[in-house]
């Protein structure tokens, strides 16, 4: 079947780093997608990794290893505005987003 | 680059009546759209993948006589939910996909809540 994994909830500190790990299985892999999605609003695009490595944009950076079924976005100096749920989506096959339950990030002063 | 639009933003209907929600890409023509539906404190849940001029493939267990979906041009789908029922309450996000990486840009959304 198709499952991806990550955590359900975490807290971090304003001004501080966190990691936010994602693992999948699904049938083929093209690529694993980052999203936001703040409350009542709808997911916005952060970063899409297709080959192995770290790829980094501003404040955030997404890593990939497609041998080990695993992701992680990492975000660095937090900041208030970034208490959002923080969504993983492979795409499998048939070129399908597959999507996690996501991780709720609250960040507290 | 990359807008999509979805009107209404939030919809409050009698329980039996039928509501459309439309979806727009703005700057972009979008082969494939796609339409979620997502519970309070749960992920999105893809409802059903539509194509222009043809008809949209739903998912397993997404009533398509009741999801009515229609992607009549490469800018605009609409998803009728007919004869709605209380249950039907929810986050309703539609998603155009752009470019040659997959990507999905996602609508506004469009709340409703059935009475």
């Known amino acids: 079947g198709q499952n991806i994994d990550q955590p359900t909830e975490m807290t971090a500190t304003e001004g501080a780093i966190v990691q936010i790990n994602c693992t999948y299985q699904t049938s083929g892999f093209n690529g694993l997608f980052w999203y936001q999605q703040h409350a009542g609003e709808a997911p916005t695009f952060l970063s899409y990794?297709?080959l192995d490595g770290l790829e980094e944009k501003g404040r955030f950076s997404s890593f990939l290893s497609r041998s080990k079924g695993y992701s992680y976005l990492l975000l660095k100096e937090l900041q208030m505005k970034d208490s959002a749920s923080y969504l993983c989506a492979s795409l499998d096959s048939n070129y399908q987003l597959i999507w996690g339950a996501g991780t709720k990030l609250i960040i507290k002063p | 680059g990359a807008v999509v639009s979805q009107h209404p933003s939030r919809v409050i209907c009698k329980s039996g009546t039928s509501v459309k929600i439309e979806c727009r890409s703005l700057d972009f023509q979008a082969t494939t759209m796609f339409w979620y539906r997502q519970f309070p404190k749960q992920s999105l849940m893809l409802m059903a993948t539509s194509n222009e001029g043809s008809k949209a493939t739903y998912e397993q267990g997404v009533e398509k006589d009741k999801f009515l979906i229609n992607h009549a041009s490469l800018t605009l789908s609409t998803l009728t939910v007919t004869s709605a029922h209380p249950e039907d309450s929810s986050f309703y996000i539609c998603?155009?996909?752009?470019?040659?990486?997959?990507?999905?840009?996602f609508g506004p959304g469009t709340r409703l809540t059935v009475t």
């Open positions: 998603s155009a996909g752009a470019g040659d990486r997959y990507e999905q840009y």
């Open positions: 990794n297709v």
